[in-house]
Every structure is written in structure tokens, then in C-alpha cells.
């Protein structure tokens, strides 16, 4: 029994030593950043992003957030899904009326950039793209008629 206990623990092991050798010098990341090392460092951001989003550490996925958007913004949808979720909490946390205009500020903000690069999408393409803008502007600024 211990044999086999062996050996399952190291066909574990030799699994995970290959899945972690990626080799991100394959064309497939190349949307990730230029070199190989910077392809990593955005991947694994984007993974902290959606994990700190998660856990609901907001200040430090606000950081990934900054470093994906300024390094690849057009990586994956999910940074601006994960940054909407982001700035959505921090505005309805808001302290004062001045910063939870500034969050609303960063998600539609948000929406513009998803829509310069993802505009085309079969799915969510601009028209979906514009309609989630459309909802959140009215949801937090629906005073606002002339912008709505």
C-alpha cells in the first residue's frame, strides 16, 4: 500500500513540475506582453486580480488592476469584469460623495477602454459592452438625464 502511495505522490509531482513549466514564448501568449517574462508577470496579475477581487482585498487588485490595464489591456475581458466588480464595491463603500463619483468615473471608464478593444466580439461586442455602461451610469448617476 505504501508502494502505491509512492508512486501516486510521483506521478503528482512530475504532473505539476510540467504544468508549471510553461513555456510562455509560445505565440498563443503573445497578447500577454512582449517578452516571455513579462507574458508571466501579466498572467499570474490577472490571476492575483481575480482572486484579491474574490476575497474582497480591493487595494491591492486595484494595483493589478493598473499594472494589466497600462501592460495588456487587451489580454482578456475578465480584467475589465473583475475591475467593474473592483470599482462597483469601492463606490458603494464610499465615504464621501466626491470619491464614489470617482469610482463610477473609474467604471465607466472601464467600459470605454473594454469597448476600444473589444468592440467586435461576437458575443459581447459593443452593443453588450454599451448596454452594461447604460446600467451603470443609471444606476449610480440617474439624476443625471442629459448623460443617461
Given at each position: 500500500?505504501?508502494?502505491?502511495?509512492?508512486?501516486?505522490?510521483?506521478?503528482?509531482?512530475?504532473?505539476?513540475?510540467?504544468?508549471a513549466?510553461?513555456a510562455?514564448?509560445?505565440?498563443?501568449?503573445?497578447?500577454?506582453?512582449?517578452?516571455?517574462?513579462?507574458?508571466?508577470?501579466?498572467?499570474?496579475?490577472s490571476?492575483?486580480?481575480?482572486?484579491?477581487?474574490?476575497?474582497?482585498?480591493?487595494?491591492s487588485?486595484?494595483?493589478?488592476l493598473?499594472?494589466?490595464?497600462a501592460?495588456?489591456?487587451?489580454?482578456?475581458?475578465?480584467?475589465?469584469?473583475?475591475?467593474?466588480?473592483?470599482?462597483?464595491?469601492?463606490?458603494?463603500?464610499?465615504?464621501?460623495?466626491?470619491?464614489?463619483k470617482?469610482?463610477?468615473?473609474?467604471?465607466?471608464?472601464?467600459?470605454?477602454?473594454?469597448?476600444?478593444?473589444?468592440?467586435?466580439?461576437?458575443?459581447?461586442?459593443s452593443?453588450?459592452?454599451?448596454e452594461?455602461?447604460?446600467r451603470?451610469?443609471?444606476?449610480?448617476?440617474?439624476?443625471?438625464?442629459?448623460?443617461?
Amino acid at each position: 500500500m505504501k508502494v502505491l502511495k509512492f508512486f501516486i505522490v510521483a506521478a503528482m509531482a512530475a504532473v505539476a513540475t510540467t504544468a508549471a513549466a510553461q513555456a510562455f514564448s509560445d505565440p498563443k501568449y503573445a497578447k500577454w506582453g512582449n517578452t516571455p517574462e513579462e507574458r508571466k508577470e501579466n498572467i499570474l496579475a490577472s490571476s492575483y486580480l481575480k482572486e484579491e477581487v474574490a476575497n474582497r482585498h480591493f487595494n491591492s487588485a486595484a494595483r493589478y488592476l493598473q499594472q494589466l490595464l497600462a501592460s495588456c489591456p487587451n489580454a482578456s475581458e475578465n480584467i475589465y469584469a473583475n475591475g467593474v466588480k473592483l470599482y462597483k464595491d469601492k463606490a458603494n463603500r464610499a465615504e464621501s460623495l466626491s470619491e464614489k463619483k470617482m469610482y463610477v468615473d473609474s467604471i465607466i471608464l472601464l467600459y470605454d477602454i473594454r469597448l476600444q478593444h473589444y468592440a467586435s466580439h461576437p458575443k459581447r461586442g459593443s452593443a453588450y459592452i454599451l448596454e452594461r455602461k447604460a446600467r451603470e451610469y443609471l444606476t449610480y448617476k440617474g439624476d443625471d438625464r442629459e448623460g443617461v
